[in-house]
């Protein structure tokens, strides 16, 4: 069945460095949807990016990914990490059914 | 943005008694959701409802459990009786659309259920 993995558990940088969470999924379906949600403490996880579109490069409030559907890849990315952006990113995916599977997540945290 | 709503944020119930969560879904939605997450592990899709019926449902989903939206009021689940492993936190979510790849779920914050 379908599958996200997210390799890293927790990653820890300094404010200022750049920012990738790896992503990568299994599927069978030829047009899976890819999306990163953010979850910050005691609120809801939130939509962040979402793509369908093979080599094309999304982005919003700083973050960016892109599908690579040729590495079944969907990392995502930031040029500099703020303080701000400390929280637990889910990767998911949907395939030709209308669950959304995630992956474990990963907790960036963002020191000073 | 739109807000999903979930009442009560933590629960404590022993194993065997019922227990109903509750969800406030984004207004104008038509599709709803409930996840669970055990400590530790990923979220996992328990359920999805539509038009009064649940459309699908994962092995996670026992015959213990039930959802209903009686008359546009909140999206419930209920399980009945509880077990241990039923402790985990419950997410719900909603959408517009239900069969576009592309539409996107909103989550509520969640409600910890603790089964003792």
């Known amino acids: 069945g379908d599958s996200v993995t997210q390799t890293e558990g927790l990653v820890t940088l300094t404010e200022g460095l750049p920012v990738m969470l790896n992503c990568t999924y299994q599927?069978?379906?030829?047009?899976?949807?890819l999306f990163w949600y953010v979850h910050y403490l005691n609120e809801s996880p939130r939509l962040l990016l979402k793509?369908?579109?093979?080599?094309k490069r999304t982005e919003h409030q700083g973050f960016h990914a892109t599908l690579h559907k040729s590495s079944s890849s969907f990392h995502l990315q930031k040029s500099s990490a703020q303080l701000s952006d400390s929280a637990l990113y889910y990767c998911?995916?949907?395939?030709?059914?209308?669950?959304?599977?995630f992956g474990l997540g990963t907790t960036l945290q963002v020191q000073p | 943005g739109p807000k999903v709503l979930q009442i009560p944020s933590h629960q404590i119930i022993d194993m065997g008694q019922m227990v109903t969560l509750n969800c406030d879904p984004v207004?104008?939605?038509?599709?709803f959701y409930w996840y669970k997450q055990i400590l530790g592990q990923q979220m996992e899709f328990l359920v999805n409802?539509?038009?009064?019926?649940?459309?699908?449902k994962s092995k996670l989903f026992k015959d213990q459990f039930s959802v209903e939206r009686p008359d546009g009021s909140y999206f419930t689940l209920k399980i009945q009786p509880t077990a241990l492993e039923d402790s985990a936190v419950y997410f719900c979510?909603?959408?517009?659309?239900?069969?576009?790849?592309?539409?996107?779920?909103?989550f509520g914050a969640g409600t910890r259920l603790s089964v003792l």
């Open positions: 979510a909603s959408s517009r659309q239900g069969l576009s790849s592309q539409n996107t779920l909103y």
């Open positions: 599927t069978i379906y030829s047009n899976p949807f």
């Open positions: 793509s369908s579109t093979d080599n």
């Open positions: 998911a995916l949907r395939g030709n059914t209308r669950k959304l599977i």
């Open positions: 207004s104008n939605h038509l599709y």
């Open positions: 409802f539509y038009n009064g019926k649940v459309m699908e």
